[in-house]
C-alpha cells in the first residue's frame, strides 16, 4: 500500500510541481511584462519632460531674442554721451551673449569712456578750492588802497579808454564763428574759386536760407541751357581738375547746404576729388525708353497720389514736369524714381559696416541681396502678359537679403514681397509682407511692416533709407522743391566691396571724397509722412532727372533738426561691363546704379556704410553663358520662394 502511495504521492507532488511551476514562469513573464511596459512608461514620460524642456528652452530663447531687441532698440534710442545708459545695454547683451566679443568690446569701450570722463571730472574739482585765494588777493588791494598818492591816482584815470579799444575790436571777429548753411545755389552765374581752406567763405553763409525758391531755379534753368560739352565752363572748375581739400571753396555753391554745413564728415585733408564730366547722358536702356514712349499718357494720379493705369516705363515724362506750376510735381517725381529703370532688379555681394568718429566698431555684416521685379516689365517678352514676369502676377516685386558673416548672424536671411496694389488708395492697398529666418529658431517668421521705418539691429538706417526712399509713396505727401544743378560722386572711378575690402574712404570712413563727382540735373523733392508716428517730420531727396537716381537725402526730426544725412555713390554700367551682361531684348543694359550708401547721424557723429560694387540688373538666364538667352522662370520661382530663405542655412 505505502509501496503504491508513494509513487503516487511523487507523482501527485511531481504535478503539483510542474502545475505550480508553470504558473511561477507566466507569473515571471508577468512580472517582466509589467517591468518592461514600466520602462515604456518611464521613457515616454521622460521624452515628454524633453519635449517640455525643450519648449521651455525655446520660449526661453525667444525671450532673450525680444530681449535682445529691445536693448538694441534701446541702445540705438539713447545718444552716445549717455555713458551709463549704453553702459548697461550693452552689459546685459554681453550677459545674453557671454561667447559674442562685440558686446564685450561694446562693454569696454563704455567703461573706457566713462573712466576716462570720471578723470576728467576730477581736475574741475580742484579748481574750486583754488578760487579762494583769487578772492584773497581781491581784498588785498582793497587793504591797500590808501598808500597810493594823489598822482598815482590820477595816472590811473587816463587808462580807463583802454577796455573802449577792445569793445571796437569785439564786432570784427562776430561775423566769422557765425557759421550758417549756404545755399544750394546762389543767382550768381559764376561762383569766385577759394584758394584758402573752407572757412573763409562764412561772411557769404549769412544770406542763403532766405533765398526762395524761384530764384535757385531760374538760375538751375539757365545752366540747364548750356550744351553738355562745355557746361563746365562757368562753374569755376572743369572735367579734369582735382579738388584738394585746401580748394573746396571753389564746390560750394553747387553742394547742398546740409553737406557744406557737415563739410568735415565729407571732405577731408588729403583727399583728391576729380571733377567727372558735366551732365553726361545717363538715360536708361532703349528698351525702356520705348516702353515710355508707347504708354506715355495712360499713368494718371488718384487719391491719395496713387498710380492708375500705369503699364511699363517712366509713368511721367521727367523733363516736362513743371515744378513751379504743378501741385503734383513732386509726387510724379517719386512715381518717376519708383519705377525706375534697373533691369531685372538687383544682384549683388554687400558689405555693411557701422563708424563713430572715425572708429569702426565691431558691427558688421556681409551677405548677399536679390530683388526682382515681378510685374511692369519693359521686355516685349512679357507684353503678352501685361508686363508681369508670371502669369497672374500680384506681388510687384520680392526683396531678399541673406547674411554670410559674422558667424553669429550667419544664416539670417529676409524677404519683402511688395504688391500691386500698393501703388492704389490708401484705403485699397496691401502693405508689404516681409518675413525673416532666424536660425537659432529653424522657422520663418513674418515681421510688422511698421518695423521698416524702425533702425536695424541697433544702427542709424532704416529698410527704408536704402537708396534714399525704400517706401510706398502714396503714404507720403510730396512737394517739388525746385530744379537744381548739383555736384554728386554719380558715376564712381573706384571699387569697393567685394572688389576691395581697405578702400580708402576717409579718416571718419564715411567719405567719397577721394573719388569722381560730377555735376548733374536734378529735382529736390520733399516728403512729410502721412503717419504721425513716423520718425521723421520730413525728408529731402535730390532725384537725377536723366536716370531717376537718389543722389542725396536729409532726414529732418520731429524738431525739424537735421538728423541724418543720406548720399551715394553711382556707376554706370557702360563703363564696367564685366560684371553688368544684357540679355534677350536688352542688348545694352545702360543703368545708372548704386554701389555705395552712407547714411551720417549728425546728432551722434555716427554712422553706416554700405558697399556693393558688383551690383548688377542682369536676370537668371537659362544659360548663363548665353547673351540673348531668355529669362528662366523656373530659377525665378525658386528664388522668390518663402522656402529659399528657410533651406540650405
Not at 141 to 168: H, Q
Not at 240 to 247: E, L, N, P, Q, W
Not at 352 to 372: C, H, Q, V
Request: net charge neutral.
Amino acid at each position: 500500500m505505502y509501496r503504491l502511495l508513494l509513487p503516487s504521492a511523487f507523482l501527485i507532488l511531481f504535478s503539483v510541481g510542474c502545475a505550480s511551476q508553470s504558473q511561477m514562469v507566466r507569473m515571471e513573464r508577468e512580472v517582466l511584462a509589467s517591468q518592461q511596459r514600466s520602462k515604456d512608461l518611464d521613457q515616454e514620460v521622460q521624452a515628454l519632460r524633453n519635449e517640455v524642456k525643450a519648449l521651455k528652452n525655446e520660449n526661453k530663447r525667444v525671450e532673450e531674442l525680444e530681449r535682445e531687441v529691445y536693448l538694441h532698440s534701446e541702445a540705438r534710442r539713447l545718444p552716445i554721451s549717455d555713458l551709463y545708459g549704453n553702459l548697461r545695454v550693452y552689459k546685459e547683451l554681453s550677459e545674453l551673449h557671454p561667447d559674442e566679443e562685440i558686446y564685450q568690446q561694446k562693454v569696454a569701450y563704455y567703461a573706457g569712456k566713462l573712466e576716462l570722463s570720471k578723470s576728467k571730472e576730477t581736475p574741475k574739482v580742484a579748481i574750486v578750492p583754488a578760487e579762494k585765494p583769487t578772492k584773497k588777493k581781491v581784498e588785498e588791494p582793497v587793504a591797500k588802497k590808501p598808500a597810493p598818492t594823489k598822482a598815482e591816482v590820477a595816472k590811473t584815470e587816463p587808462a580807463k579808454p583802454a577796455p573802449a579799444k577792445v569793445e571796437k575790436v569785439d564786432p570784427a571777429p562776430k561775423p566769422v564763428p557765425a557759421k550758417k548753411p549756404t545755399p544750394l545755389l546762389t543767382d550768381k552765374p559764376s561762383p569766385v574759386p577759394a584758394p584758402t581752406p573752407a572757412p573763409t567763405p562764412a561772411p557769404s553763409k549769412t544770406v542763403a536760407k532766405k533765398e526762395p525758391a524761384k530764384a535757385k531755379e531760374s538760375s538751375t534753368q539757365a545752366m540747364a541751357a548750356k550744351p553738355s560739352g562745355d557746361a563746365g565752363a562757368g562753374l569755376g572748375f572743369k572735367e579734369g581738375d582735382v579738388i584738394s581739400y585746401a580748394d573746396i571753396g571753389r564746390i560750394k555753391n553747387y553742394l547742398p547746404e546740409e553737406i557744406w554745413e557737415y563739410r568735415d564728415f565729407v571732405f577731408y585733408d588729403g583727399m583728391q576729388l576729380k571733377v567727372g564730366p558735366s551732365f553726361r547722358d545717363y538715360s536708361p536702356s532703349q528698351v525702356y525708353k520705348n516702353a515710355t514712349s508707347k504708354n506715355m499718357g495712360k499713368a494718371k494720379l488718384g487719391p491719395d497720389g496713387s498710380l492708375n493705369g500705369y503699364v511699363s516705363g517712366a509713368p511721367f515724362d521727367m523733363k516736362s514736369i513743371d515744378c513751379a506750376g504743378d501741385p503734383l510735381a513732386g509726387t510724379k517725381i517719386m512715381w518717376n524714381f519708383d519705377y525706375q529703370w534697373e533691369g531685372d532688379g538687383t544682384n549683388t555681394e554687400y558689405m555693411y559696416s557701422y563708424w563713430d568718429r572715425g572708429e569702426r566698431l565691431p558691427l558688421y555684416y556681409e551677405g548677399t541681396s536679390k530683388i526682382i521685379h515681378l510685374s511692369h516689365r519693359s521686355e516685349p517678352a512679357f507684353a503678352s502678359q501685361g508686363g508681369d514676369l508670371l502669369p497672374g502676377e500680384g506681388r510687384k516685386y520680392a526683396f531678399k537679403i541673406d547674411v554670410t558673416a559674422p558667424f553669429d548672424s550667419r544664416g539670417i536671411a529676409l524677404m519683402t514681397y511688395r504688391y500691386k496694389n500698393s501703388d492704389g488708395p490708401l484705403a485699397e492697398a496691401t502693405n508689404d509682407d516681409t518675413y525673416v529666418y532666424i536660425p537659432q529658431l529653424r522657422r520663418v517668421r513674418r515681421i510688422s511692416t511698421a518695423q521698416r521705418t524702425d533702425a536695424v539691429s541697433g544702427t542709424d538706417f532704416t529698410l527704408d533709407d536704402i537708396a534714399s526712399f525704400g517706401g510706398i509713396v502714396p503714404q507720403y505727401t510730396w512737394k517739388c522743391m525746385g530744379k537744381v544743378d548739383i555736384l554728386a560722386p554719380a558715376n564712381s572711378s573706384v571699387r569697393g566691396y567685394p572688389y576691395v575690402k581697405d578702400q580708402n574712404f576717409g579718416p571718419r570712413g564715411l567719405s567719397f571724397a577721394n573719388d569722381t563727382w560730377e555735376m548733374r540735373h536734378a529735382f529736390k523733392v520733399r516728403f512729410v509722412a502721412k503717419n504721425p508716428d513716423h520718425p521723421y517730420h520730413h525728408k529731402d531727396i535730390y532725384v537725377d532727372m536723366d536716370s531717376a537716381k537718389a543722389l542725396y537725402s536729409f532726414a529732418y526730426d520731429q524738431k525739424k533738426t537735421l538728423w541724418k544725412i543720406l548720399y551715394h555713390a553711382g556707376r554706370w554700367s557702360d563703363d564696367d561691363p564685366d560684371y553688368y551682361y544684357g540679355w534677350a531684348d536688352v542688348p545694352e543694359p545702360r543703368d545708372l546704379r548704386n554701389v555705395g550708401d552712407v547714411i551720417l547721424n549728425v546728432q551722434t557723429g555716427t554712422g553706416n556704410r554700405i558697399e556693393y560694387w558688383d551690383t548688377h540688373g542682369t536676370p537668371y538666364r537659362e544659360d548663363d553663358k548665353v547673351a540673348t538667352s531668355p529669362i528662366s522662370i523656373g530659377r525665378v520661382r525658386k528664388e522668390i520662394s518663402l522656402r529659399s530663405i528657410g533651406q540650405g542655412h
